[in-house]
């Protein structure tokens, strides 16, 4: 088609960037990580030619979160496999739609991840998820460029008047005559709820901030997150190997919610539960939830959902996750990268699934496809995207039909991660106002970066 593209250049940049405070999930504390910054230049059939930008955190600890390696080691390994995926996809000769050019260089990328990790000497290799995330920027790079140098927002070239294939070529003979854009809302949601982190060593209260914490004019404790930001969607971090301390950690997550709320004049509070995959079986779960019923039926009824509870490898335990979904539903997340993942899950009676823009445009939009076209329900998480990666991912989310709003929090962990110009125009997205990101800034071609207005502001 006239408006697909030809790759011309894609240069990965990087820089490391501090957390503000620990950042503690499942087994691990994040307190620095690299982000990966790219551009892509393309052209399309009528010789015009545009860039775009992605961006994302190359995050091992939660993609690769084997012990045995170093941060270091893993770090530098997936800047490897990021920089010989961008070098392949500048090296595709043929036009093609974003969603084909990607779909068409999946399994070279799992070539280069094992090539990376045999020449390293790493082992185990990272997992393919990983990858994903490697190739996750320059993949947002592409489909922000092909928006732009056709001048349509991306969203609007998910359809047949800039598709030659449709999803029958990724999804089998029943979705002939469907596209991405079948699945998607016409336009941006103007406010998505987002859903704010309670890590693993984040503090409750004010009075638990010490004079060591920052004292830089953001909360440091729940309830003045609570309060400032108005945020009625939490996302508890869980040991998943201490059930009393999961318990009181909910349980006061949720009278803390509630409190500041009610003050607001907020009636309702929803929490999602998330162990990052360190539960042995379901049961823990379960049980979990028995306790919860017990001792807070109110708290019991606001929990939305269950995230990941048990380990990522679906093969290895193959756990049945029937009788768990029969009380909540149990969102997939770290085992899900691809449509063969997908439907195991739904064989062993997962819930739903958990998308990530960190796991590609091109594959979240399959996935969003496949999930909505058999009515399972799915959410859109962050990587605590910062900068460019949390627009792209409030857009997509913003998108989507999710299950509820979007993660954003990168205001908690990584504020300053993100620039002057990118939080000016993006203000709404940026800074959370009654627990929503508002959209309004997504505008222009491409995926409504406005980059131009961005780069004036930085200079």
């Given at each position: ?15 490391n ?14 307190d ?5 910054r790219v ?10 030619v ?12 939660w ?5 045995e390696?170093?941060h270091e ?9 990021n ?8 090296s595709?000769t043929?036009p ?26 790493l082992?185990?290799?990272?997992p393919?998820l ?19 140098v056709n001048?349509i ?7 047949p ?11 089998g ?12 809302r ?13 890590g ?5 209260t ?9 004292q830089d ?6 309830d ?30 949720h009278?803390i ?7 607001r ?6 929490l999602?539960?998330?162990t ?8 823990y ?28 490898d679906l ?28 439907e ?21 939009l399959i ?6 076209q058999?009515?399972?329900?799915y ?11 949390l ?8 998108r ?6 979007v ?13 002057p ?15 929503v990101?508002?959209?309004?800034s ?14 004036e502001?930085?200079?």
């Amino acid at each position: 088609m006239i408006t697909d593209i030809r790759i011309r250049e894609i240069e990965p940049s990087y820089t490391n960037e501090v957390c503000r405070t620990p950042l503690k999930f499942g087994a691990v504390i994040v307190d620095e990580l690299p982000f990966c910054r790219v551009r892509a230049v393309v052209e399309n059939g009528r010789g015009e030619v545009a860039e775009g930008w992605g961006g994302i955190f190359l995050m091992d600890l939660w993609a690769w979160p084997t012990p045995e390696l170093s941060h270091e080691a893993k770090s530098a390994a997936m800047v490897e496999v990021n920089q010989r995926f961008a070098r392949l996809v500048e090296s595709y000769t043929e036009p093609a739609h974003p969603i084909d050019l990607f779909m068409a260089l999946e399994g070279d990328l799992a070539r280069i991840n094992r090539d990376v990790c045999t020449e390293r000497a790493l082992a185990p290799e990272q997992p393919f998820l990983g990858a994903l995330v490697c190739a996750s920027a320059v993949d947002a790079a592409v489909h922000d460029a092909f928006g732009n140098v056709n001048g349509i927002s991306v969203y609007d070239g998910y359809g047949p008047e800039f598709m030659e294939h449709d999803l029958s070529r990724h999804l089998g003979p029943e979705f002939a005559g469907r596209y991405p854009a079948h699945y998607l809302r016409p336009r941006c949601l103007p406010e998505i709820p987002i859903f704010h982190l309670v890590g693993g060593v984040d503090k409750l209260t004010r009075a638990e901030v010490a004079d060591a914490d920052p004292q830089d004019g953001v909360p440091n404790s729940l309830d003045d997150w609570v309060k400032q930001d108005g945020v009625f969607c939490l996302k508890v971090k869980l040991r998943g190997t201490d059930l009393e301390w999961d318990l009181d950690r909910t349980l006061a997550v949720h009278r803390i919610g509630k409190e500041y709320l009610i003050d607001r004049g907020e009636e309702r509070l929803y929490l999602s539960a998330d162990t990052n995959e360190q539960c042995e079986s379901p049961e823990y779960i379960i049980e979990y939830l028995r306790r919860i019923e017990e001792v807070n039926p109110d708290c019991f009824e606001d929990i939305l959902y269950i995230e990941q509870p048990t380990e990522r490898d679906l093969t290895a335990s193959r756990h049945d996750m029937r009788a768990l979904a029969a009380i909540k539903p149990v969102i997939i997340d770290e085992s899900l990268v691809g449509l063969e993942t997908f439907e195991l899950a739904m064989e062993l009676g997962w819930s739903g699934i958990a998308l990530k823009s960190c796991k590609g445009q091109s594959a979240s939009l399959i996935l969003a496809s496949q999930a909505r076209q058999s009515g399972i329900p799915y959410t859109v998480q962050d990587l605590t995207n910062p900068s460019l990666a949390l627009i792209h991912s409030v857009g997509l989310g913003a998108r989507l039909f999710t299950l509820m709003g979007v993660e954003a929090n990168s205001r908690q962990f990584f504020p300053a991660s993100t620039t002057p110009g990118e939080r000016q125009v993006h203000e709404g997205i940026f800074t959370v106002r009654d627990g929503v990101a508002r959209t309004g800034s997504l505008q222009g071609p491409g995926l409504g970066y406005q980059m131009a207005r961005i780069r004036e502001i930085d200079g």
